[in-house]
């Protein structure tokens, strides 16, 4: 009698904000691309030991491209406005066109069924993040960021604004977190030991234009920028009300859930209380930088 033929399970976590993710696959060649694609963020492997237990673990399963639904419209790394997030029976359930996932928070275990495509699990991740860091009073946002001298600047706005072209006249020195999705948090304490910045920006690997992953670190945070391309580099005030309605413009949210819904709004009201939020007016030039300071 013939044994079993034994299936091979590759797993790996994927750390951002200080937040570890194991997703388990029994792809070996699915694995390496995310391995690959998510680089210094991809934290442990099943050779290595662990460092700290997994917030969750999200069983990955691949299907072919007819095997999840006829929504072409989901398909795309810019087709969020199509994601569905819904809690039901106590789980979140997430679909969109190139996925369908489930998440239980209170097991912290989940799964992913979704097509070969990186973007999927991208957006999954992107989602369950932003679950996550709504009850500490963080947010993602659509905005590059990045750290000068030791402190971090937000540039938020549509695609097309700019956020890649300030990425890339990015003088020496400066190191680039994102150019496409910042990930923000309330600051447990400053960096120098005291609380003269209420929050920190920190590194993702979610990539725009640049196709270039973010670096895996973080400084206090001193402002943010909402861009707007124009014939001179300036930067005008905002009131803290336009500032509001700016920045919950570009918020990345997608669950319909009305409590965590009026949680975001209250995180927004926060942050704009304590950062600087200005629009920053600016030409395809290096010379912008001298501006951000």
């Known amino acids: 009698m013939s044994m079993p033929e034994l299936i091979s399970v590759h797993d790996f976590t994927i750390e951002i904000g200080d937040i570890p993710i194991c997703l388990r696959t029994e792809s070996g060649e699915f694995a390496r691309l995310l391995e690959d694609r998510y680089g210094e963020f991809v934290t442990q492997d099943a050779s290595q ?44 359930v997430m679909e969109r066109g190139d996925f369908r996932a489930e998440w239980d928070p209170e097991c912290r275990r989940g799964w992913v069924r979704q097509t070969a495509n990186p973007y999927a699990i991208d957006s999954v991740l992107r989602i369950l993040h932003s679950l996550m860091l709504v009850r500490t009073g963080g947010f993602l946002v659509h905005a590059a960021s990045a750290v000068r001298n030791g402190r971090a600047f937000l540039f938020a706005g549509e695609s097309g604004a700019g956020k890649t072209t300030l990425s890339r006249l990015a003088p020496a020195g400066v190191t680039i977190l994102t150019d496409e999705i910042s990930y923000v948090k309330p600051a447990a304490q400053n960096f120098s030991g005291t609380h003269s910045q209420a929050y920190e920006a920190i590194g993702t690997p979610f990539a725009g234009e640049l196709a270039r992953i973010g670096r895996k670190t973080r400084a206090p945070l001193a402002g943010l920028f909402i861009l707007s391309q124009g014939a001179e580099n300036r930067i005008e005030p905002l009131s803290e009300s336009e500032a509001a309605w700016e920045l919950f413009r570009h918020v990345l949210f ?26 920053l007016v600016f030409t395809p030039s290096a010379s912008v930088w001298e501006l951000i300071v």
């Open 49 to 92: 030991p662990a460092t700290a237990p997994p917030a969750m673990e999200l069983e990955v399963e691949l299907l072919p491209e007819s095997g999840i639904g006829n929504d072409e419209k989901g398909l795309g790394i810019d087709a969020e406005e199509n994601v569905s997030v819904r809690l039901r029976a106590n789980r979140w």
């Open 254 to 279: 997608f669950a319909r859930d009305d409590e965590l819904v009026q949680s975001v709004f209250q995180n927004i009201l926060d942050f704009v209380a304590r950062v600087a939020v200005r629009r």
